[in-house]
């Protein structure tokens, strides 16, 4: 009995957290258009097809809501009307590279994200075509996934703002705010709302107890020192505001439905706290020096390789008990 209450302990969070991102969905539906049902749609499909073969093979009732989280968060990070195809393969490699690989219950990395980097290594070209704001209707956005060769709108596509800052070499950043489409108020146009959207939804399941503070506080709190401290004011040179990085890209998702997966995750409270402090400062420096405008995806999996020896040194630091 204690064994089937923790199953639907652990049943019942993964429904919390489907519903926790309603929010940021919806966002993104008025900032993108039906991409992003159709890319949820697709994924969730794909999900729940890949998670019923593997459990027939294993001869297994599936009663597992994480597979439909993970492709929900896929979804959701992978670029609105990108080939259906993409999202797809994405998913697929994410249940059976990431999860079912390990035995489907004690994976090492989050799944989401190996799917993810997998596309964004594969495929680098569709998986960095982000829609300008309001996307495309329903029938345009359909023959977009499905390369129907429909009429889709000229210029649908548009490079984000972190790509934008990224390649700057001459703008200043008053100047690429007052000039450059992708940029909005103080971070890039809509994903300022689209996290703060997703912030509501982690809001909830921290109320809930879904999950604690310390791996959110710490990515985010990570992310807003190394920003603040290599931040350089307004100049071409600039890598972007605390705030900027804080409601630019997958921030908030990240923060409170990535770092936070439990299995992959740190399991200890300290651990927890310094697995999310990395995360924020690998995700500022990929984003910052790397190849990629946002860096989650590999923080995240880097930070998983390092999750053993998290966990030994935040017993290392907890106190002796004396006799």
């Known amino acids: 009995m204690p064994a089937l209450d923790v199953v639907d302990r652990q049943q019942q969070a993964l429904k919390h957290v489907l ?38 093979l294993r001869r297994q009732s599936v009663s597992d809501a994480s597979g439909l989280v993970s492709a929900t968060l896929l979804a959701l990070a992978l670029p609105p009307y990108c080939p259906w195809w993409l999202c797809v393969a994405a998913v697929a490699s994410a249940l059976l590279l990431g999860k079912h690989l390990f035995g489907g219950n004690q994976n090492p990395f989050n799944p989401a994200m190996v799917g993810y980097a997998l596309m964004l290594v594969t495929f680098p070209q569709p998986m960095t075509h982000w829609p300008a704001s309001h996307g495309m209707d329903l029938l345009a956005g359909l023959q977009q996934v499905f390369g129907l060769h429909g009429n ?7 490079a984000t703002a972190l790509d934008a800052l990224r390649i700057n070499k001459s703008l200043t950043m008053d100047e690429l705010f007052a000039s450059h489409p992708a940029f909005g108020h103080v971070a890039g ?54 705030l900027f990085h804080l409601l630019t890209g997958a921030t908030m998702l990240g923060a409170f439905f990535i770092v936070t997966e439990p299995v992959s995750g740190a399991k200890s409270p300290q651990a927890r706290l310094m697995f999310g402090v990395g995360v924020g400062v690998l995700t500022y420096l990929i984003r910052t020096w790397g190849g990629y405008p946002d860096g989650l995806a590999f923080a995240v999996l880097l930070m998983n390789l390092g999750v053993p020896a998290l966990e030994r040194l935040a017993t290392l630091k907890q106190p002796a008990v004396s006799s």
């Open 19 to 56: 519903w926790a991102t309603a929010p940021g969905v919806l966002a993104m539906f008025w900032l993108y258009g039906w991409g992003v049902l159709i890319n949820l749609l697709l994924a969730c499909t794909c999900a729940l097809l890949v998670e019923a073969g593997v459990h027939r």
């Open 152 to 158: 889709a709108p000229d210029a649908w596509a548009q």
């Open 189 to 242: 146009r809509g994903s300022e709302w689209v996290n703060l959207a997703f912030l509501a939804g982690g809001l909830f399941l921290l109320h809930r107890r879904v999950f604690s503070w310390h791996a959110p506080v710490g990515m985010l709190g990570s992310l807003f020192v190394i920003s603040l401290l290599c931040w350089n004011g307004s100049g071409s040179d600039s890598h972007g505001s605390p």
